[in-house]
C-alpha cells in the first residue's frame, strides 16, 4: 500500500499556524466540485439474514404486470421503483473444500465480495466487496466514503464460527480480503459518526479550547506504524496496515475536517439508542435516510442483523424461540409461516424506507430515484442453504439507469444436492450494473477462485 | 465443479517439509536441514498417474518417439459432478535452478477440483523447442503486447506493468496437447525484472488449473525452469513474490522438451484415479540402458530400487536407524509402506480426522475402513484400491506417537490486537482503576471475532475504521479519568512542569517511568521522541503542562505498540529464534492474565532473568497464586465451556432471566478455578464429587437449598449421590445442548466429543429431514426410542449420528433444563450408551464419564484447547505431534498447573519460527 502522507513534522508545524488548512487538499484526497452537474448517485445494500421463503417471495409471473406476493405487498406502493431479480446465483459461496460447514459465513461473506472463502489459512480469506469499491471510488466527495450498520450484534459465543471465522458472519462489507468494515449496531453511535456530533447542525471545533489535536495525534501513531514496518514480517504488517488505513478513514471524518459536502440537511439531533430490536431497526432506516439526505455518504451497508444470530428474537411479532433455528422449518407449516411473518415484516421496514427515499425531492426526481439499492439475504431458502436461485431485489431508478418494475426470471441450473451450477446467472453480474451505473465499468467481478473471474456482463433487462 | 483455493508456497513448503518429516521418520535421512530438502525431497514424490480411470496407457518401445494411446474417456472437466481426476504429479528431475523446488504432489481429496492432468498428446511430437506461431497468450495485466515474449526479438517484451506481487500470471494456450518440461523466462535486456517466485501450473482446459506442478524463485535475468515431462494444453506462469519498485517482464518466453539427461528413470505409478498415488514396486521388467523420455502418463519402466524395510514408528527419542538406500548420482528411494500409508490418510482422511499421529482411527483394519466408506455420506467420494487399503491399514496400526521435543516447529503469531478482556485488564492494571473499569463497554467496542475456539486468537482480531474511532474516544476518556483521580494522575506525575513553556526534562521523566509500561517492554528514545513531538504540539495550540502530559498519554494508548503486542520475525535466513524476555513476560502475563505484566514479571524481564525454564516456572507459580489468574478460569469457562452460549438460548420463548444465567454461569466457573487452582485435577472437572449452589440454583435443580443464601457456596454431594457432579451434570452444558422443550442427544454427544475429545463429527449437511420430537401430551415413546426409530434405516445419517447418540443417550435423565427426570413423560429411561470410536460401552453420566477419563482423547484434547488458548492463533499439523508428547507426557490424568507449566515452557510459547 502506498499512499503519500505528511510527515509529522509538516504536520506539526502546520496545526500550529492553523489547523482549519483544507484537510483532504492536505492529504492528497479530491475534493468534490462546488458545482455538480447532476445529482449524486447512492448505492445502499440492505441485508436480511437466514434466507426468506421463496414460494411467497416470487411473483409468479414475469415481466411488469406481475401480482405482488403476500411477503412484498407492502412494496405495491413503490411497484415502479422496483425491480424481483430471481434465479441470480453466488457461487463463489458454494466453493470449499468442507461442503457444508459454514454455509451461513460463505453465503454472508462472499455475498457482495463474491469470492471464495478459505478456512484454514493463518488469516481471514476475503476479496474487496462492491461498496467497498464503490467508496474507494467515491472517497473525498461527501465526509464518510462508506457507512456499515446494523440493528443488533450477532452471536458471541463462538456458535458463529462453524469452521470459518465468526468476521464472515458480521460482515457484509470488506475493505480487502483481510478486512472487514466491522458495523455500528448503536443508532447514536452512528449519528455521530456521519455528524461528527450529537446534532446534524454540527459543532464548532476551536483548537484554542481543545488542544489536544486527534488528527496530529493520529499522525504520529501513523508515523510510528510506518517505522515499524522496517522491523515486522509480511503478516504483521498487513495487521498493521489495516490499522493505518482505518485511521485514514477517521481522520477524513473527524470534525475538525471540513465538511465536504452537505445536501439539504434537516436539523436533528442524534438518536437516544432504543433498548428493542424493532424500534432499532427503524432508527437505522431514519438514519440510513438522513445520511443520503444531507449527503453525508453515497455508500451504506445495513445489517439488519447477522446470519446465524441464535439469540435473535421476534417475540414483537409473536414468534417465540431463535429465527435462525426456526429458519431450518424442515417443511413445518407452522416454521414456514412464522418465517414469512418475519420475512413480511423485513420488507415493511424496507418499503418504509423507500417511502421515506421518495419523499426526498432532488434535482428533477427525488433522492430514491438518485439510488441504486439492493435487498438481498444469504441463502434463498434457509433450510436448504444453497447460494443459487437467491431473493434479490433492487430499488431505485440509479439516476436514470435502471429500468424498474419488472419481475425478471433467469434460468436456474443449479440442482439439488448442494451442487451449483456456474450457468446460473451471477449475481456479480448485477454488481458489474451497480459499477456501470456509478460511472466506473468494470468487465468483472468476483472470482470462483484461482484468478477466474465469476460476473463478466451486466443484465441487460435491468437497463433503461 | 469444484475450485481449489489457489495454495501458497508457504502451504506447499509445510506440505513438502511435511512429507520430508516421514522420511526422515523413517530414518531414510539423516537431516532435514533446508540445505538437504530440495534433493532429499525429490526421490518423495509420487510419479504420474493416468489422468482417468480408462485404459491402460501405452509403454513407448522404441525409447525415442512415445506412441501414446487416446484416452478413449472424455475427462470430466467442466462436470458439476464432484468427481475428482487426479493429480498431475511429476516426477522432478534433477534441477539446475538451486532455489526451485519440485512439489510433492498432494493427491486430490474428494472434494478437490479436478485437477487437469496430462493426457497423450494427440500428435507424436519431437523433442526441442515449442513452435510459438499459434500460441495464445493472456496475462493478468499488460504493459506492452504480449507477443513482444514470443516474437523473437529480445529488446520488446511483455511486463505487468506494476511492482511484482504475488498472483500476477501469465498463461499460454498451445492451441493442442504438448509435451515439455522447460520453461525460458528471459529477460536479459530487463535485467531486475526476472519473477522473484514463481509457480508453474498445466491445465487441459485453461479453466481448471489445480495445484502447481512446479514452483521456485528466480534470481537472474533468465529464469530456467526444469520440471518432469508434462502434457497439457495450456500453461500458465504465476508470479509468488513481491519486490519493491520491479515490474515482472519477459523479453522472450520459449517452451521445450528435451531429452532427459537424468540417469534415474520415473518410477511408476499405480494408476489411481481418486487417492495419493502409490509407488508400487514395478511388475514391468526393466528397460534398456538408455533412459527413455517419456510424457507424463506414460508408466515407464522402473529401475531395481532397494525396497525399503517397513519401518515401525515407535515412541521413542532416537528414531532406529534404517539402511539407506544405495546410493545412486541421482538418489530416488521408494516410499515404505507406512509412508504410502500416511499419504494415503493425508489424502483421504486428514480432514475429518486430524493429523494420522493423532487420529482417532488408529488401528482401523481394512474391512472397517471399507465399512466406513460404503455407509458414510461423507466418505462416499473416497475411493481406494486394495493397495491403498493395504498401506493405509498399515499406516493406521504402526503409527505411533514419533515426536521428540527438538523437532519442535514454535509457529509464529501475527501481531495481535487485544481484545476487550486483554484491553480492559490492560488498563486496570496500567493505571490502577478498580476491578470493573470496562473502557470496552463504555466505549462501545466492536465484539472480537472468534477464530479457532476463542476470541483472542489473532487471525481474528481485525481492525476497521470503527475500532479506531472508538480506541481514540476510550483513549481520550481514559486519560480524563486518570486525572480525575488524585491518587492515578500523582502515579503518573512524578514531576512539575510549567505551563508557559515545555518542560522537556519534566515531560521525559513522566514517559521514564510510565512508557515501558504502557509499551511492556524497555523504550528507547525514538518512542519517547514521538510522544514529546506530541506534547510540543499540544503546546503550540495553547495546551498548559497537564494537557501535554494527556496528549502524551492518549498518543500512546493509540499506538500499535499498546494496542498490539509483536513479536518480530528472526533475522533473515534463520528459520526461528527464542523470544525476548519481555515477550516472554508478554506472554506469560496474557495467557495467565489477560492482562500486562506486572512490576515484578517486568523487573525479572529487564534482569535477562526469563530464559530459562526455572525462571519461567517460578514466575508461573507466582503468577497463578495472584487473583489476576481468575480471568483464565473466566475464559476458559466463558470460551472452552461455552457459557456464553448461556445468552443464546430461549425457554418458552425468552431468554434466560439474568440472575439464573449468572449463577449457572458462576458454578461452572468455580469448579474450572478448582482446577487452575490444583484442588482438582483435569478430570475433577468431570467427577467431582461437589459443586457449587446458592438457593437459587438449588431451587432449579430441586435440591434442598435450605441454608443456601445467594452466594454461591461449596455443595458435597452424599457418597453414591452420582445424579450431579462435574462439568457435564451441570445446568450449562445440559442446557446450552438442548432444545427449548426437549434435550438434545444430538447437541450433547457433539459438545462431549467436540469440546472434551477434540473428535467433532463433521457439520450436517442441508436440507436434511428434521427429528421433530412428538408432543409431551401425545409421546408414544421416550425420547430416545422416538430418535432411534427416526433414525432407523437411515444409514447415511447414522454414519455420524451414532456417535453423537451413543454419548447423547447417557444424559437421557437429564431434562431440557438440566433436570434430574426418573422417568421421560413416564416412559423408561435407557441411558446406556457407547463411545463409538472406542467401542466403550457404558450406563449413564458416571459411566460415559470414566469411558471419557480413560479415553486418551481427553488429555490431548486438554492439552490442544489449552495450547490454542495460550498462543492465539491457528494450530499448525505440526502442533499436534507436539500435544501428544505433551499428553503421554502428562498421562490420563494431571493437574492444570501442571499443564500451564508445561505451556509456559514450551517451544511454541518462548520461540517463533520465521514466516517461512
Avoid at chain 1, 444453497?386 to 439516476?399: R, S, V
Avoid at chain 2, 514529546?532 to 499540544?538: R, S
Avoid at chain 2, 492444570?896 to 519460527?913: C, E, G, N, W, Y
Wanted: hydrophobic residues 35%; charged residues 20%.
Amino acid at each position: 500500500m502506498k499512499v503519500k502522507k505528511l510527515s509529522r513534522r509538516a504536520c506539526l508545524k502546520g496545526m500550529g499556524v492553523s489547523i482549519a488548512l483544507p484537510w483532504l487538499e492536505i492529504m492528497g484526497m479530491p475534493v468534490a466540485s462546488a458545482q455538480t452537474s447532476s445529482d449524486p448517485l447512492r448505492f445502499l445494500t440492505f441485508y436480511v439474514p437466514n434466507g426468506i421463503r421463496m414460494s411467497e417471495w416470487k411473483p409468479s409471473s414475469e415481466g411488469t404486470n406481475f401480482s405482488m406476493p403476500s411477503i412484498l405487498q407492502s412494496l405495491e406502493p413503490h411497484r415502479d421503483s422496483v425491480n424481483i431479480i430471481s434465479g441470480l446465483a453466488n457461487y463463489p459461496a458454494s466453493v470449499t473444500d468442507s461442503r457444508w460447514a459454514g454455509s451461513h459465513a460463505r453465503g454472508t461473506g462472499a455475498l457482495l465480495t463474491q469470492t471464495p472463502l478459505v478456512s484454514g489459512t493463518s488469516n481471514l480469506v476475503n476479496g474487496k466487496s462492491l461498496d467497498q469499491v464503490l467508496a474507494d471510488e467515491l472517497r473525498g466527495q461527501t465526509n464518510l466514503a462508506s457507512l456499515e450498520i446494523g440493528a443488533r450484534e450477532g452471536s458471541s459465543s463462538g456458535n458463529c464460527e462453524d469452521g470459518f471465522s465468526c468476521a464472515y458472519l458480521h460482515n457484509l462489507s470488506w475493505r480487502d480480503g483481510d478486512t472487514p468494515m466491522k458495523k455500528i449496531v448503536s443508532p447514536s453511535q452512528a449519528f455521530q459518526r456521519l455528524f461528527g456530533s450529537t446534532s446534524t447542525a454540527g459543532e464548532t471545533v476551536n483548537p484554542v479550547t481543545n488542544p489536544i489535536s486527534e488528527s496530529s495525534i493520529l499522525d504520529v501513531v501513523m508515523e510510528r506504524i510506518d517505522a515499524l514496518n522496517g522491523v515486522l514480517g509480511m503478516e504483521d504488517k498487513a495487521k498493521l496496515d489495516q490499522y493505518l488505513t482505518s485511521i485514514r478513514e477517521v481522520e477524513l471524518s473527524l470534525p475538525t475536517s471540513p465538511s465536504v459536502s452537505a445536501g439539504s440537511c434537516p436539523l436533528e439531533d442524534a438518536p437516544s439508542d432504543a433498548d428493542d430490536y424493532e424500534n432499532g431497526v427503524s432508527q437505522m432506516i431514519d438514519l440510513i435516510a438522513l445520511a443520503f439526505q444531507c449527503d453525508k455518504t453515497r455508500v451504506i451497508t445495513y445489517m439488519m442483523e447477522d446470519s446465524l444470530n441464535t439469540p435473535s428474537r421476534y417475540s414483537f411479532l409473536g414468534i417465540s424461540g431463535s429465527f435462525h433455528e426456526l429458519s431450518h422449518h424442515g417443511n413445518s407449516e407452522s416454521n414456514l409461516s412464522d418465517i414469512q411473518t418475519i420475512n413480511t415484516w423485513e420488507v415493511e421496514q424496507f418499503s418504509s424506507l423507500l417511502t421515506k427515499l421518495s419523499g426526498m425531492a432532488e434535482g428533477d426526481g427525488t433522492v430514491l430515484d438518485n439510488s441504486f439499492i439492493l435487498f438481498t439475504s444469504e441463502f434463498g431458502d434457509g433450510d436448504n442453504h444453497y447460494h443459487w436461485d437467491l431473493p434479490m431485489l433492487t430499488a431505485g431508478k440509479a439516476g436514470g439507469y435502471l429500468q424498474a418494475g419488472q419481475h425478471i426470471s433467469y434460468d436456474i441450473n443449479s440442482r439439488s444436492a448442494p451442487e451449483p451450477s456456474l450457468d446460473d446467472v451471477p449475481m456479480a453480474n448485477l454488481f458489474l450494473n451497480v459499477l456501470e451505473a456509478f460511472g466506473i465499468p468494470q468487465t468483472t467481478f468476483g472470482t470462483i477462485g484461482d484468478g477466474q473471474p465469476y460476473g463478466t456482463s451486466t443484465l441487460s433487462e435491468i437497463k433503461a | 465443479m469444484r475450485l481449489l483455493k489457489r495454495p501458497t508456497p508457504r502451504l506447499l513448503s509445510n506440505k513438502l517439509s511435511q512429507a520430508i518429516a516421514y522420511a526422515c521418520l523413517s530414518g531414510l535421512l539423516v537431516s532435514c536441514g533446508g540445505e538437504q530438502l530440495e534433493s532429499e525431497g525429490e526421490g518423495l514424490i509420487p510419479a504420474a498417474v493416468s489422468p482417468t480411470p480408462g485404459p491402460a496407457v501405452a509403454i513407448p518401445v522404441d525409447g525415442q518417439t512415445p506412441t501414446p494411446t487416446p484416452s478413449s474417456s472424455p475427462t470430466p472437466f467442466s462436470s458439476p459432478s464432484p468427481a475428482p481426476a487426479p493429480a498431475a504429479s511429476p516426477e522432478p528431475v534433477a534441477t539446475q535452478t538451486p532455489a526451485a523446488t519440485p512439489i510433492p504432489v498432494s493427491s486430490p481429496t474428494p472434494s478437490s477440483a479436478p485437477i487437469p492432468s496430462p493426457t497423450p498428446a494427440a500428435v507424436a511430437q519431437d523433442f526441442g523447442m515449442l513452435d510459438r506461431s499459434y500460441w495464445l497468450l493472456s496475462a493478468s495485466s499488460e504493459e506492452g503486447d504480449l507477443n513482444n515474449a514470443i516474437d523473437d526479438d529480445d529488446t520488446t517484451r511483455w511486463s505487468t506493468g506494476e511492482v511484482q506481487e504475488p498472483g500476477q500470471w501469465l498463461s499460454i494456450d498451445f492451441g493442442e496437447m504438448k509435451t515439455f518440461n522447460i520453461v525460458d523466462l528471459e529477460s536479459e535486456a530487463s535485467p531486475d525484472d526476472y519473477p522473484r517466485g514463481y509457480e508453474i501450473y498445466v491445465s487441459l482446459d485453461g479453466v481448471n488449473w489445480g495445484e502447481p506442478i512446479f514452483y521456485g524463485e528466480g534470481n537472474s535475468a533468465t529464469t530456467s525452469i526444469e520440471f518432469d515431462d508434462v502434457s497439457a494444453s495450456h500453461l500458465r506462469i504465476v508470479q509468488t513474490s513481491s519486490v519493491e519498485r520491479l515490474w515482472w517482464s519477459i523479453h522472450e518466453l520459449n517452451v521445450f522438451w528435451e531429452e532427459n539427461t537424468s540417469p534415474t528413470p520415473t518410477p511408476v505409478a499405480t494408476p489411481t484415479p481418486l487417492s495419493t498415488p502409490i509407488i508400487t514396486p514395478s511388475p514391468l521388467p526393466t528397460p534398456a540402458v538408455t533412459p527413455t523420455p517419456v510424457p507424463l502418463v506414460t508408466p515407464t519402466p522402473v529401475p531395481v530400487v532397494t525396497p525399503t524395510p517397513v519401518i515401525t514408528p515407535t515412541p521413542v527419542v532416537t528414531p532406529t536407524p534404517l539402511p539407506l538406500p544405495t546410493p545412486t548420482p541421482d538418489p530416488v528411494f521408494n516410499l515404505t509402506d507406512y509412508e504410502q500409508g500416511v499419504l494415503v490418510y493425508e489424502a483421504n482422511c486428514e480432514f475429518c480426522h486430524k493429523p494420522i499421529t493423532v487420529s482417532e482411527q488408529l488401528g482401523r483394519s481394512q474391512f472397517e475402513i471399507t465399512e466406513a466408506i460404503r455407509t458414510n455420506t461423507f466418505m462416499q467420494s473416497i475411493s481406494l484400491t486394495d493397495e491403498e487399503l493395504r498401506v493405509l491399514e498399515y499406516a493406521l496400526n504402526n503409527t505411533e506417537l514419533p515426536v521428540t521435543l527438538k523437532d519442535v516447529v514454535p509457529g509464529y503469531v501475527i501481531a495481535r490486537r487485544l481484545n476487550q478482556v486483554e484491553y480492559d485488564n490492560t488498563v486496570r492494571d496500567l493505571f490502577g482503576f478498580a476491578a470493573g473499569y470496562s473502557p470496552s463497554q463504555d466505549y462501545n467496542f466492536a465484539q472480537d471475532g472468534f477464530r479457532s475456539g476463542f476470541n483472542n486468537n489473532a487471525a481474528g482480531l481485525t481492525l476497521a475504521p470503527l475500532d479506531v474511532e472508538n480506541y481514540l474516544k476510550a483513549a481520550t476518556g481514559i486519560v480524563d479519568d486518570v486525572f480525575a483521580s488524585s491518587a492515578m494522575s500523582s502515579a503518573v506525575l512524578v514531576c512539575s512542569g510549567d505551563d508557559d513553556s515545555l518542560s522537556t526534562a519534566c515531560l521525559t521523566s513522566i514517559l521514564d517511568n510510565i512508557l515501558p509500561r504502557i509499551y511492556r517492554r524497555a523504550v528507547t528514545d525514538s518512542d519517547k521522541s514521538d510522544l514529546l513531538g506530541i506534547a510540543e504540539n499540544t503546546f503550540l495550540l495553547g495546551g498548559g503542562f497537564t494537557d501535554q502530559v494527556k496528549a502524551m498519554l492518549i498518543n500512546a494508548l493509540l499506538m500499535p505498540d499498546f494496542l498490539f503486542r509483536m513479536e518480530p520475525p528472526p533475522t533473515l535466513g534463520d528459520s526461528h529464534r527464542s523470544l525476548t524476555d519481555y515477550e516472554i513476560a508478554n506472554r506469560l502475563s496474557y495467557f495467565l492474565w489477560s492482562s500486562m505484566p506486572d512490576a515484578e514479571l517486568f523487573e525479572t524481564a529487564a534482569a535477562g532473568s526469563l530464559s530459562s525454564e526455572e525462571d519461567i516456572l517460578a514466575q508461573v507459580d507466582r503468577m497463578l497464586a495472584d487473583s489476576k489468574s481468575d480471568t483464565l478460569a473466566q475464559q476458559l469457562t466463558k470460551q472452552w465451556f461455552q457459557t456464553l452460549a448461556l445468552d443464546e438460548i430461549f425457554r418458552d420463548g425468552e431468554l434466560l432471566d439474568e440472575d439464573l444465567k449468572a449463577d449457572i454461569e458462576q458454578e461452572v466457573y468455580m469448579l474450572v478455578r478448582d482446577a487452575v487452582d490444583g484442588e482438582i485435577t483435569m478430570q475433577g472437572l468431570l467427577n467431582a464429587p461437589y459443586t457449587y449452589l446458592n438457593s437459587n440454583l438449588a431451587n432449579h435443580y430441586g435440591i434442598d437449598g435450605s441454608g443456601l443464601s445467594d452466594e454461591l457456596v461449596r455443595y458435597d454431594f452424599n457418597a453414591g449421590d452420582t445424579q450431579r457432579g462435574g462439568l457435564l451434570r451441570m445446568a450449562s452444558f445440559l442446557m446450552i445442548n438442548a432444545h427449548p422443550e426437549n434435550n438434545s442427544p444430538v447437541r450433547r454427544g457433539k459438545w462431549v466429543l467436540e469440546r472434551l475429545l477434540c473428535s467433532p463429527p463433521p457439520p450436517p449437511p442441508a436440507n436434511i429431514p428434521s427429528f421433530e420430537p412428538e408432543d409431551d401430551g401425545e409421546a408414544t415413546g421416550s425420547l430416545r426410542t422416538q430418535t432411534e426409530a427416526f433414525f432407523e434405516g437411515r444409514d447415511s445419517c447414522n454414519a455420524c449420528h451414532n456417535a453423537m447418540h451413543g454419548v447423547g443417550f447417557a444424559f437421557e435423565h437429564y431434562d431440557e433444563n438440566g433436570r434430574w427426570q426418573a422417568d421421560d413423560n413416564s416412559f423408561a429411561i435407557d441411558d446406556s450408551g457407547e463411545l463409538f470410536s472406542t467401542g466403550v460401552s457404558f450406563v449413564g453420566v458416571p459411566g460415559l464419564v470414566q469411558a471419557v477419563t480413560e479415553d486418551s482423547r481427553l488429555a490431548s484434547c486438554v492439552v490442544e484447547k489449552t495450547f490454542a488458548y495460550a498462543m492465539g492463533r491457528d494450530l499448525l499439523t505440526s502442533d499436534y505431534e507436539v500435544f501428544g508428547f505433551y499428553a503421554s507426557q502428562l498421562g490420563v490424568d494431571f493437574n492444570m498447573k501442571d499443564l500451564f507449566k508445561v505451556v509456559s515452557t514450551s517451544p511454541l510459547m518462548t520461540q517463533r519460527s520465521s514466516e517461512e
